[in-house]
Antibody
């Protein structure tokens, strides 16, 4: 059974940093692109970042560029999101998600974690 | 960026109704469109990819159609478990973008 388990969320002050983790199991992690999608309270889904299976390619939403860094450890089967210079508008549930095919192109997400809440507030 | 516009934003329906949700892309995305279902407090669930390909395990009352800029998600006979919010997502190009969601309620 595919499982994605996020952790690392919490309350952080504006300008602060957090690192989210997502432990994957039940599939060959290195074969699949992975991504992060967030959802602000009461709002819709917003794509954050994706990384290719081997980890050599990434793509970020404009708001994430220069502040967020996606990475992965294909030995430990863990996906990360390093978030710096956090703002109030980054407050959201952050979901880890798996691409539906073992290709870097045309990414949609067939499995999602339960999410981890990030609150940016003073 | 490709804008995804869903309509309606809220849909009131009853069990047994045929329900159609529309998703429009601001430019052609061929058939690179996915649909998700989300219930309150839960992660999204993958329903359909490539505009019309039903994900394994998804009930056959769900169907998708369309290409280019106009897409629809149809539930042929609404069940109580289907009351949720539905999102479309284009994956033709970056940035990946989602529609604003359609809440299906009683």
């Amino acid at each position: 059974e595919v499982q994605l388990l996020e952790s690392g969320g919490g309350l952080v002050q504006p300008g602060g940093s957090l690192r989210l983790s997502c432990v994957a199991s039940g599939f060959t992690f290195m074969n699949y692109a992975m991504g992060w999608v967030r959802q602000a309270p009461g709002k819709g889904l917003e794509w954050v970042s994706v990384i290719s299976g081997p980890g050599g390619s990434t793509n970020d939403a404009d708001f994430a560029k220069g502040r967020f860094t996606i990475s992965r450890d294909n030995i430990k089967d863990i996906l990360y999101l390093e978030m710096n210079n956090l703002r109030a508008e980054d407050t959201a549930v952050y979901y880890c998600a798996k691409d539906h095919t073992n290709s870097w192109y045309y990414i949609a997400f067939d499995m999602w974690g339960h999410g981890t809440m990030v609150t940016v507030s003073s | 960026d490709i804008q995804m516009t869903q309509s309606p934003s809220i849909l009131s329906a009853s069990v047994g109704d045929r329900v159609t949700i529309t998703c429009r892309a601001s430019q052609s995305i061929s058939t690179w469109l996915a649909w998700y279902q989300q219930k309150p407090g839960k992660a999204p669930k993958f329903l359909i990819h490539k505009a019309s390909s039903l994900e394994s395990g998804v009930p056959s009352r769900f169907s998708g159609s369309g290409s280019g800029t106009e897409f629809t998600l149809t539930i042929s006979s609404l069940q109580s478990d289907d009351f949720a919010t539905y999102y479309c997502q284009q994956y033709d190009r970056y940035p990946l973008t989602f529609g604003g969601g359609t809440k299906v309620e009683i």
